[in-house]
């Protein structure tokens, strides 16, 4: 079978596809025909080095999530869990971007019928990323939550998640025609910080008393502003570092507001949650996607052999939707 693999560090130029032996599942773990997997922020950091798990050379796999048909199922895995052949599934594992996976049965999701594997294939990440960080901060109906970098797929399923429970969002854009976007989806104010001093914007909407919590992934200005935006006993969570430049914390407003500053990261959670809370995030995922309650956006899809074009065009600014890989 064939599987992206790369041996150092670097950009889309270290992807190759390699001719690979056919995996087989073990005790309590299925063999997935994979269909689609997306192309993650997460992935890419990964290929270059950076990210909180380190490949393992050589031949390193890529992908950390995907969807696909059930195509052998492993021993020990009971009648109890409703595990078919041929069932359509979503996952998280490493290595997606294959033909063929091995995973863990307890890192199963079934795709609703309304939709596609490309829509499947985003199942995890993104969804219970933005689940788990809206549980952490707890909002309430009518507080305020700031979003960097807000036309992200991520942060689409936030505002939209947000707007259903009467949580008022700003979100910053670089680019003027993508604020309209994310008002038809639900955010009270977007602001182009190009134009726009966020702190400012912040500070007038919310009547000077700033945001309730942030979902931070930007770094530099714009996080700094972000953290000067915080409001009392607010509380930030930091996720991502796209500009690459460290955010600058303003002592006075951080003595005075007490605001709570610290990261965040999906396979952490996954690690240290029980089970009961795992469960209940997978059903309120479920539900959300079977509803329509957010939307899967796919701008362009790839073929496995183009797993490398597709790396270096998800990393282009500007796009409304998700980059996925058919791999069968």
């Known amino acids: 079978m064939k599987q992206i693999?790369?041996?150092?560090?670097?950009?889309?130029?270290?992807?190759?596809?390699?001719?690979?032996?056919?995996?087989?599942?073990?005790?309590?773990?299925?063999?997935?025909?994979?269909?689609?997997?997306?192309?993650?922020?997460?992935?890419?950091?990964?290929?270059?080095g950076v990210y909180g798990i380190p490949p393992q050379f050589p031949d390193s796999p890529v992908g950390f999530?995907?969807?696909?048909?059930?195509?052998?199922?492993g021993t020990g895995i009971g009648p109890d869990l409703k595990i078919a052949q041929g069932q359509r599934v979503a996952f998280a594992t490493l290595g997606t971007w294959s033909e063929y996976v091995i995973v863990p049965v307890t890192s199963l999701l079934p795709i609703p019928d309304n939709l596609s594997f490309e829509e499947g294939s985003q199942f995890f990440v993104n969804p219970f990323t933005a689940v788990t960080m809206l549980d952490e901060v707890n909002l309430q109906k009518g507080d305020w939550l700031l979003l960097t970098a807000a036309f992200s797929s991520l942060n689409k399923m936030v505002i939209q998640l947000a707007k259903k429970a009467g949580i008022r969002v700003i979100g910053t854009v670089r680019r003027a025609e993508q604020v309209q976007t994310l008002i038809d989806l639900g955010a009270e104010a977007v602001v182009n910080t190009e134009e726009d001093s966020l702190a400012d914007r912040v500070k007038s909407l919310t009547e000077g008393k700033g945001v309730q919590a942030c979902f931070e992934s930007v770094g530099g200005d714009i996080g700094t502003q972000a953290i000067a935006s915080l409001g009392k006993d607010a509380t930030m969570l930091i996720y991502g570092l796209m500009s690459g430049e460290e955010a600058k914390i303003s002592y006075g407003?951080?003595?005075?507001?007490?605001?709570?500053?610290?990261?965040?990261?999906?396979?952490?959670?996954?690690?240290?949650?029980?089970?009961?809370?795992?469960?209940?995030?997978?059903?309120?995922?479920?539900?959300?996607?079977?509803?329509?309650?957010?939307?899967?956006?796919?701008?362009?899809?790839?073929?496995?052999?183009?797993?490398?074009e597709a790396v270096t065009y998800s990393t282009q600014s500007g796009r409304s939707g998700k980059v996925v890989i058919q791999c069968n």
């Open 5 to 48: 693999v790369f041996n150092k560090p670097g950009d889309s130029d270290v992807l190759t596809v390699k001719e690979v032996p056919m995996p087989e599942p073990k005790a309590g773990e299925v063999r997935v025909k994979v269909k689609a997997a997306p192309v993650n922020p997460s992935d890419v950091v990964f290929i270059q």
């Open 65 to 73: 999530e995907g969807s696909g048909e059930i195509d052998v199922i």
């Open 253 to 308: 407003p951080t003595i005075f507001r007490t605001p709570t500053i610290k990261g965040f990261w999906l396979s952490r959670w996954m690690e240290e949650s029980s089970v009961v809370d795992k469960a209940k995030a997978a059903k309120q995922v479920y539900s959300m996607t079977k509803q329509r309650d957010i939307i899967l956006e796919v701008e362009k899809t790839f073929p496995l052999a183009q797993a490398a």
